[in-house]
C-alpha cells in the first residue's frame, strides 16, 4: 500500500496503528535520511550540488540550511530529488524484498502524489485534515510559524489532487479513538482480505444480490485509477479502456467497474495473466464469450479477470482488438455518451428490470433484448456519425 497525505494531516499517526496491527511500514521519510546520513554517496552528491555551508559540525546535513537552498526554488528541489528519490526507492525495494508473503506493506510517502508513483500500489490511503487543524499541529508540534505552516502546505498537492489518486481517504480531525475504529475497520474488512487474495490470486467475489444505483461521478475517476495499475503492470502502451453502464456520465448501475484490456491474440491475453494476478487483478475461473450480436459466429472468446479488492469491484473484460464483443463494448459506450434520449430509454429500463429482479443474473437475461435492439440503434448511429472505434 502507498501511505500519503499532507504535512500535518497525521499520517504517521495511521502508520502506527497499521504498524500495531500486524504491517510492515517503509518510511520514506527515514530512509531518505538514512541516504544522505554522512559517510554516504548520496551526502557527497548533495554537497557536491549545494556547497559545503549544507554540512553541521558533527558531519551530518544540516537541514535547515539545506531547505533554506530549495525553499521557493523548484529547480533546486527537483535536483535534489534526483539524488535522495532513486536512493529511497531502492531501499524500499530491498525492505520488500525482504518481507514475508503474506505481509501488508505500507508505504509511507510524503510525495507519492507529485511523484506520480500511485500506480505501483495496490491500494493508495491518503490521510487528510482540515487546513487550520494542520497549521495548528505544525506549530504545536514542530514548532513552526503560522506562516511558516501556511507555506509548507501551500508547496504540497493540494488535498483535491492526493484525493485523486485515493482508493481510501482517512479524514483526521478529530480524536484518536475515532481513528483507531476507522483503522481497525479498515484493516479487518479491506486489507487483510485483499492480501489473501492478491497471495492465493482470487478475485474477491461480486455481490449476487441486485443493487442498481445513481450515477457517481467518481466512476471515471475510480476507473482511472485502475486502468493505470493495470498500464504499470503490463507497461505503458496497454490499451485498456472504460467501459460499460460506469462509463456513461448520468446512466444508473451496478457499482462494478467494467474495464476492457485490448489484445492481438489470446494468446496474448494468457500471457498477460500472472502480471495481473500480481497486480491483484486475477483470471477468473471458466470460459468467457461475448454474444456477437448478429455477427456470424454468435460468440466470440474472451478472458475474464476480477479485482483482488474488495472494496472496489471489477471486470476486466480481455478482448482480441477487431473482435464483435471489442466493437460492441466502444460502440455502445460511445452512442449512449453521445445520444441522451438513447441514454435516458436504457436508465428507465434498468429501473423497470431492478423492480421485477432481485438477483443480478436474472436482471443481465432481462437486458439481453435490449442489448440486441441497442447493437442495431448503435450501428446505425455510428454509419451515420462516421464512428470509429477507440479507446
Known sequence: MGLTGGIGAGKSAVAQRLVQRGAILIDSDVLAREVVAAGTDGQAEVVAAFGQEILGADGELDRPALGAKIFGDPAARRHLETIIHPRVRAGAAEMLSSAAPDAIVVNDV?????????????????????????????????????????????????????????????????GFDELD?????????????????????????????LHVVPS??????????????????????????????????????????????????????????????????????????????????????????????????????????????WRFALLMRDHLRADTAARDGYAAAKERWAAQHSDVESYADAKEPWFDAEADAAQSWAEATGWQAAG
Open 110 to 174: 510524503p510525495l507519492l502524489v507529485e511523484t506520480g508513483i500511485a500506480a505501483t500500489f495496490h491500494l493508495v490511503i491518503v490521510v487528510e485534515a482540515d487546513t487550520d487543524r494542520r497549521i495548528r499541529r505544525l506549530v504545536e508540534t514542530r514548532g513552526m510559524t503560522e506562516e511558516q505552516a501556511t507555506a509548507r502546505i501551500a508547496a504540497q498537492a493540494d488535498d483535491a489532487v492526493r484525493r485523486a489518486a485515493a482508493d481510501v481517504v482517512i479524514t483526521n480531525n478529530t
Open 216 to 325: 457517481d461521478p467518481t466512476w471515471p475517476e475510480q476507473a482511472e485509477r485502475v486502468i493505470a495499475r493495470i498500464r504499470h503492470a503490463l507497461g505503458g502502451e496497454a490499451e485498456v479502456s472504460h467501459i460499460g453502464s460506469t462509463a456513461v456520465p448520468g446512466l444508473p448501475a451496478k457499482d462494478l467497474l467494467d474495464l476492457m484490456l485490448a489484445v492481438p491474440t489470446l494468446d496474448d491475453a494468457d500471457k498477460a495473466a500472472e502480471a495481473l494476478a500480481r497486480a491483484g487483478l486475477p483470471q477468473r475461473e471458466g470460459e468467457w464469450f461475448d454474444n456477437a450480436r448478429g455477427v456470424p459466429g454468435k460468440t466470440w472468446p474472451k478472458r475474464l479477470h476480477g479485482n483482488a479488492d474488495p472494496g472496489r469491484s471489477v471486470n476486466l473484460h480481455v478482448r482480441v482488438t477487431g473482435s464483435p464483443g
Open 181 to 209: 475504529a476507522r483503522i481497525e475497520d479498515l484493516w479487518t474488512t479491506r486489507l487483510l482480505p485483499y492480501e489473501e487474495n492478491v497471495r492465493l490470486k482470487r478475485h474477491a467475489p461480486h455481490e449476487r444480490a
